[in-house]
């Protein structure tokens, strides 16, 4: 009922920013939290950031913590992540997630909080 589509990845050198969106639509009832995830090949779908459906709660994970920013603009029903200091571990595929309706169970962190997930985009960081 809900889609996600997230757009901004692409190829940049170590040290350098990249801002990603992602786009909410469909049939949507309430705001509810939201969240990055990243995927590099052969590795395990890693959380990056979190954000409360208000906007005023932000969590990262401890690798990404000081460089990326997490931000919502619930008006305009897209969520974003500015990507700064980027390193060449950051290479993966992005992906937004919506969260489940309802109080948190398993952590922010975790993949299974969320129910709806987008297509991802790429980031790639040379070095």
């Known amino acids: 009922q809900v889609q996600l589509v997230e757009s901004g990845g692409g190829l940049v050198r170590a040290g350098g920013s990249l801002r990603l969106s992602c786009s909410v639509s469909?049939?949507?009832?309430?705001?509810?939290?939201m969240a990055w995830f990243r995927q590099a090949p052969g590795k395990e779908r890693e959380f990056v950031a979190h954000?409360?459906?208000?906007?005023?709660?932000?969590y990262y994970s401890d690798s990404v913590k000081g460089r990326f920013t997490i931000s919502r603009e619930n008006v305009k029903n897209t969520m974003s992540l500015q990507m700064d200091s980027l390193k060449p571990e950051d290479t993966a595929v992005y992906y937004c997630?919506?969260?489940?309706?309802?109080?948190?169970?398993?952590?922010?962190?975790?993949?299974?909080?969320?129910?709806?997930w987008g297509q991802g985009t790429q980031v790639t960081v040379s070095s």
């Open positions: 954000i409360n459906w208000k906007g005023d709660t932000t």
């Open positions: 469909g049939r949507t009832f309430a705001t509810r939290a």
């Open positions: 997630a919506r969260a489940r309706f309802g109080s948190t169970q398993y952590g922010v962190g975790a993949a299974k909080e969320y129910d709806a």
